[in-house]
């Protein structure tokens, strides 16, 4: 059962009803020399008796791979312009399963 069958009033409103994830590459210097500094910890070789350079390389792999959210000048755009990635529904209608599974356009 979700929060809204169990907690939202009939005739209540939710906000907002639908939602869209937009994608659009761009690139950002500073962005990419704050995760390649949260990396460079793992190319201590001795931490405390203990060498974790060999962990580096996932360190890269993990924080490159996280998604940023947030503002972007326009001129750090690579694209002219977004793609719809995800389009979600209207959230008073949607099923749980639909959720899980978002119609990807």
């Known amino acids: 059962m979700t929060a809204r069958e169990r907690f939202l009033r009939p005739g209540g409103k939710m906000m907002p009803t639908t939602g869209t994830i937009l994608v659009q590459p761009v690139t950002d210097g500073t962005l990419w020399q704050e995760q390649e500094a949260k990396a460079s910890f793992w190319r201590c070789g001795d931490f405390h008796g203990v060498d974790l350079t060999p962990l580096h390389e996932d360190a890269l792999e993990e924080y490159f791979s996280q998604a940023v959210v947030g503002y972007f000048s326009p ?31």
């Not at 690579?78 to 399963?97: A, C, G, I, K, T």
């Open 75 to 105: 001129d750090s755009a690579l694209s002219d312009r977004p793609d719809v990635h995800v389009r979600f529904p209207d959230v008073l209608r949607v099923r749980p399963p639909e959720l899980r599974h978002p119609r990807r356009l």
